[in-house]
């Protein structure tokens, strides 16, 4: 027996099998369709001709077995071992990236008594690790979205591992010191720093929104960040038993040497197809359709189904690669603008806490070298708490309550940049006790972790196949700022001998910076 006769000899049976088939297809479609379920509806549709041509929602499931690889690929939310393996050591990785970083801001304190630098001197060589760290942003970013944040981020954990110990092993010696250039020195070795941590956040960015659904990247960001400031309480607590123990050389060893498990980890751990291939998520189709059964459904390219109406329609692809977004195009847009006021407000303040709050709990509160460093750790407590609680609130608010992403950016964003004015107008007053001064950090710091689910994952919403690209733009000027606040902070105490203006401008920047960013925050994706 021929096909055609095949076929037209099963004509009878199309009524008696279509409701069957329906449910099956229904079923089917709730699930992951996997290639070889596909392959046999496709072959039960050309049989039984099961299809409509006439009804222009209705197609063979030509275009279901078309983009079957993508759904089969991808569930919302995504299969949780791959949740995992790409969010965990990401975090863990940002972890020692600010192990990294931190650790000066404690040895500052021994390696400036050696050498008898002052305030302002102490704030321009913390600086010179965001003048490295500003110099890879956007080129961290676009070599993620390019080659795929997994490299990228690997290559920078290789780099910024070997370069902190340049600092005990070749600037801070007695050859150095001989020949005069222990100052350019270290400032060469925390530039290198920077350099390679500069890649860290653009790829970790690039990463999450090719491989995280829309509707978990707040969540994924948020666990990230937690590790990024678990980095800074690791850091506080081991920090004061090396100096006491080993001396200051030996923290910049001990910390760089931690790069060696983590790359081992990064590299068997996290998906090698993560990043910007072309088997990434982003890069693939927007939508979907085809029809099964008789229920509507719609569906992003993660493979979440919304049940519409009466016939299956999982709409047919848009887009079928992704597109890069020039820089002029990015500048041209007033939601970039949101993300870039929002980096450098964030960045200001964010950057003085890092590296001048150990030295105010020491010089201002009296405190020892140990006890300051310890009393710093509770505000890098409530920032890593905060920063996975925004993202499972944001995400919460917009997947269970319906409340628009827009809202919810808005919502997270404001309440980071105001929840912290009242506690810095309070750290101005003059003779606070050390207990209000720690509360009002603590405070300050936690509710300004709210903005990872603000401003950060908006990154996300607007640029999904360039977030790498517009994370490292505006977190570079998020890095002068940075560059500017801390140097600046220095200067200033320095001069007048207190932080009352450090804290008065930090203050009233977070309220320009909310204002900025309610007026021209947006959440529609933009091409070039």
């Known amino acids: 027996m021929n096909l055609q006769a095949l076929q037209l000899g099963a004509s009878p049976l199309k009524t008696r099998h279509n409701s069957v088939l329906g449910s099956i297809k229904h079923s089917l479609l709730r699930s992951s369709i996997p290639p070889t379920t596909t392959s046999i509806l496709h072959l039960h549709s050309f049989l039984f001709n099961t299809h409509s041509p006439s009804h222009k929602t ?167 960040f937690t590790g990024f400031h678990s980095g800074n309480l690791v850091g506080l607590v081991l920090s004061p038993i090396i100096l006491a123990t080993l001396g200051w050389r030996a923290l910049f060893y001990a910390f760089g040497l931690l790069g060696i498990p983590l790359l081992l980890i990064w590299s068997f751990v996290v998906p090698s197809n993560s990043g910007g291939d072309s088997s990434s998520m982003s890069s693939k189709s927007s939508s979907s359709s085809s029809v099964v059964g008789e229920v509507v459904y719609e569906t992003d390219a993660f493979g979440g189904l919304k049940q519409m109406g009466e016939t299956a329609v999982i709409h047919k692809s848009t887009s079928t690669t992704s597109t890069s977004v020039s820089i002029s195009r990015f500048l041209s847009e007033p939601a970039t603008w949101a993300i870039i006021i929002a980096n450098i407000v964030n960045h200001w303040g964010y950057f003085i806490y890092l590296n001048w709050m150990p030295t105010y709990f020491y010089k201002v509160l009296g405190m020892n070298l140990r006890a300051s460093s310890y009393s710093s750790l509770l505000p890098w407590i409530a920032m890593a708490i905060g920063s996975s609680a925004a993202g499972i609130v944001a995400d919460t608010l917009v997947t269970k309550f319906g409340i628009s992403r827009l809202t919810v950016r808005r919502f ?117």
């Open 58 to 224: 209705r197609t063979s499931f030509t275009s279901l077995q078309a983009s079957s690889s993508a759904l089969s690929a991808s569930t919302t939310p995504p299969p949780p071992l791959l949740f995992l393996r790409t969010v965990i050591p990401t975090a863990l990785a940002l972890l020692v990236c600010n192990m990294d970083r931190i650790c000066l801001s404690v040895a500052i304190l021994l390696i400036a008594a050696e050498q008898g630098w002052a305030e302002g001197m102490q704030g321009i060589i913390q600086g010179a690790f965001l003048w490295g760290y500003l110099a890879t942003q956007l080129l961290g970013g676009t070599l993620a979205d390019k080659f795929g944040g997994k490299l990228v981020m690997g290559a920078g954990i290789l780099w910024f591992s070997l370069a902190s110990a340049l600092l005990p092993a070749i600037a801070v010696t007695p050859w150095a010191a001989k020949a005069g250039i222990v100052l350019p020195m270290v400032l060469a070795a925390r530039f290198l720093v920077g350099f390679g941590e500069g890649v860290a956040l653009p790829a970790m960015n690039s990463l999450f929104a090719k491989t995280i659904p829309a509707t978990r990247r707040a969540t994924a960001l948020g666990m990230a």
């Open 412 to 528: 997270m964003q404001t309440v980071a940049f105001l929840g912290p004015v009242g506690a810095l107008m309070i750290l101005t007053q003059p003779g606070i006790s050390a207990a209000t001064a720690i509360a009002c950090m603590t405070a300050a710091l936690g509710i300004t972790s709210l903005g990872q689910a603000g401003f950060v994952a908006n990154m996300g919403d607007i640029a999904p196949a360039n977030a790498g690209k517009l994370f490292g733009l505006c977190n570079t000027f998020g890095c002068l700022a940075g560059i500017f606040g801390v140097t600046g902070a220095g200067m200033i105490v320095e001069k007048t001998g207190s932080f009352t203006a450090v804290f008065q401008i930090t203050a009233w920047l977070y309220v320009v910076g909310t204002v900025v960013w309610n007026l021209l925050c947006s959440t529609d994706e933009f091409k070039d």
